[in-house]
């Protein structure tokens, strides 16, 4: 491929998608004025990796090397991609959770370049505009916040910026998505964390959240000019409030394709890793009984994607639901509460109150736990050995994120399950040694569904995105995991292989969306190959022909 060659060679340096940096080679040095605005040598790009990797990890702090990966990024994003992709386990953890919420909270101190589109409550009238100034019309995918639950770290504000950044990184290295076709964008509608408000190296608007119609015209606004700017783009609503993040989801669903990843993603992660856990501890998923710390935007996605799920095996809507339990901050989520909404309500069983979670279990009897309150250390050893007293393999999901916010530890879940625990987490837990094996716990990462749903929504050009889409993609993504995975305790793939993982499900994704007869392109003979076809490779491109 021979790119564009921009006018100076200064310009060639600066821009991150056409710079190779010392990989030019002397032709294109002589051909393009980089004479001499390089040092002499020139670098294989496997050189260049093995220093960008020594810089690396030559920083003390996961902050510290969040800085330098957001300076590779902007430097070199051919670079920036393969490291990410070589070394998924070491970099996607400081581009993604857990370090990412870290960069969040301190994103006004470490800023250095902006990155992705910033709509305030000022642009109200110009937001077209506002998305005009993006210097391409190919994107395709935009992920969106308004950075009011930020993980499990609450309101912050502008500095949810990170997040849209981070995660349409993990877009383009999990499912080759092209960085070109990626924009991320962060509503700024105040914040009503005081304490940011009064951080003087703040970057947002340093006022209250902006409610009600005013805060409902410009997510409008924002909608319509986005689909107007960038045609047929699909949006990904993400970390908006959980009041918010429902309704905007149900606003715009029957209309054009967007997503949430925070209730669709999750639930797909989840239910996966259920499906994984019933192949060790056997059972089938219909016959399961469910208890949710949290009753939010992950806990209701995922009891949601899994009633429908027991309903293909069978069951009612009602049976399947009788299956859930939900307890969040007031306790058990039952009948007699007068405090539930509509969405808690459908998962509100007849039964007398509790309030400890505890208890709960004890009284629930469920086969599996799944933590999503952020609420750090909630499942006790008391928990842990309840659940195990019931379940010869207790499956036990802490999901709350960032690592400060799990509910345990993998050592905690396996050491106070007699090593039975089926577990997996939020955050990302070393490898465990016990008597004669690995314990390795994989994470429930959103990143291995997003990513596919987002490449096999634009290969298909779908016109919406369906929840039967996240069940394909759920199936997908269990089918991925190996009896070597299993035998492990591993309950999904190991993330090196999420290219591959995500190629299946973006292609079971569009198959969808030809049956359900929502896409948009011919569809092609070879789904899969047709995919994996269009999957961006970091590649430097070449100057000379
Ligand atoms: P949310 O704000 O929508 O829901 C939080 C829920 O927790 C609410 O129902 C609230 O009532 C409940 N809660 C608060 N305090 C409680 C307490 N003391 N006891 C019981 N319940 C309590 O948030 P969310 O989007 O559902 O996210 C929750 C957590 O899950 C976050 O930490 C988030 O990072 C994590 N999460 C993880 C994944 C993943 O691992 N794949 C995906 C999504 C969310």
Redesign the pocket.
């Given at each position: 491929m021979t790119a564009r060659i921009p006018e100076s060679g200064v310009n060639l340096l600066r821009d991150p998608a056409l710079n190779k940096g010392t990989a030019f080679s002397d032709e294109e040095r002589d051909a393009l004025g980089l004479r001499g605005l390089l040092p002499p040598h020139v670098c294989s790009p496997e050189q260049q990796l093995a220093r960008v990797l020594e810089n690396l990890r030559r920083k003390s702090s996961a902050l510290e090397k969040y800085i330098d990966l957001r300076a590779l990024h902007d430097r070199n994003e051919m670079l920036f991609f393969r490291l990410l992709m070589d070394y998924p386990d070491e970099v996607m953890p400081i581009i993604y959770?857990p370090t990412v919420g870290l960069a969040c909270l301190n994103y006004g101190h470490i800023y250095q370049r902006p990155r992705g589109i910033f709509v305030s409550a000022e642009d109200r009238g110009r937001v077209k505009r506002v998305l005009g100034n993006w210097p391409s019309r190919e994107v395709k995918i935009i992920v969106v916040t308004d950075g009011e639950?930020i993980?499990?770290?609450g309101d912050q504000g502008a500095n949810g910026m990170v997040i849209p950044v981070g995660k349409l990184a993990l877009y383009t290295a999990c499912a080759g998505i092209h960085p070109a076709h990626c924009l991320p964008v962060l509503l700024d509608v105040g914040t009503n964390n005081a304490a940011l408000r009064r951080d003087p190296l703040y970057l947002g608007l340093p006022q209250e959240r902006v409610r009600g119609a005013s805060f409902e015209a410009l997510v409008d606004e924002f909608v319509a000019a986005a689909r107007e700017v960038f045609p047929d783009v699909l949006i990904q609503f993400e970390?908006f409030?959980?009041h918010n993040?429902f309704r905007l989801l149900e606003r715009y669903r029957g209309r054009i394709p967007v997503f949430n990843?925070?209730?669709q993603?999750?639930a797909a992660?989840?239910l996966a890793g259920l499906l994984s856990a019933l192949r060790i501890a056997g059972g089938a998923l219909k016959d399961q009984r469910l208890l949710f710390?949290?009753?939010?935007?992950?806990?209701?996605?995922i009891a949601d994607l899994t009633v429908s799920a027991m309903m293909r095996q069978g069951l009612s809507e009602r049976a399947a639901r009788e299956r859930c339990w939900?307890?969040?901050?007031?306790?058990l989520v039952i009948a007699s509460r007068i405090d539930l909404d509509a969405r808690?309500r459908r998962y509100a069983h007849e039964r007398a109150p509790i309030s400890d979670?505890c208890a709960a279990v004890k009284a629930v009897q469920p086969t599996a736990i799944i933590?999503?309150?952020?609420?750090p250390g909630?499942f006790t050893r008391e928990v842990i050995a309840a659940m195990a007293a019931i379940n010869v393999h207790p499956i036990v999901?802490a999901?709350?994120?960032?690592t400060s916010?799990s509910e345990c530890t993998a050592e905690q879940a396996y050491a106070w399950s007699g090593n039975r625990a089926l577990f997996a987490?939020?955050?990302p837990f070393d490898a465990i040694g016990v008597a004669d094996r690995m314990l390795v716990p994989r994470?429930?990462?959103?990143s291995y569904v997003f990513p596919g749903i987002g490449l096999g929504a634009i290969v298909s050009g779908t016109r919406l995105v369906t929840d039967a889409m996240f069940m394909a993609a759920a199936y997908a993504l269990a089918e991925r995991v190996t009896a070597a995975d299993l035998s492990h305790g591993s309950l999904y793939p190991p993330l090196s292989d999420v290219r591959a993982v995500s190629a299946h499900i973006a292609a079971a994704v569009a198959r969808v969306a030809y049956e359900e007869g929502l896409a948009t392109v011919p569809q092609p003979e070879d789904l899969l190959g047709h995919v994996k076809s269009q999957m961006y490779e970091p590649r430097y491109p070449s100057y000379t022909g």
């Open positions: 959770t639950r993980l499990g770290l970390d409030a959980n993040a990843d925070d209730i993603g999750t992660v989840t710390l949290g009753a939010g935007e992950a806990a209701i996605g939900l307890f969040d901050s007031k306790g808690k979670f933590g999503a309150a952020a609420v909630a999901f999901l709350s994120n960032p916010q987490a939020g955050s994470q429930a990462n959103n």
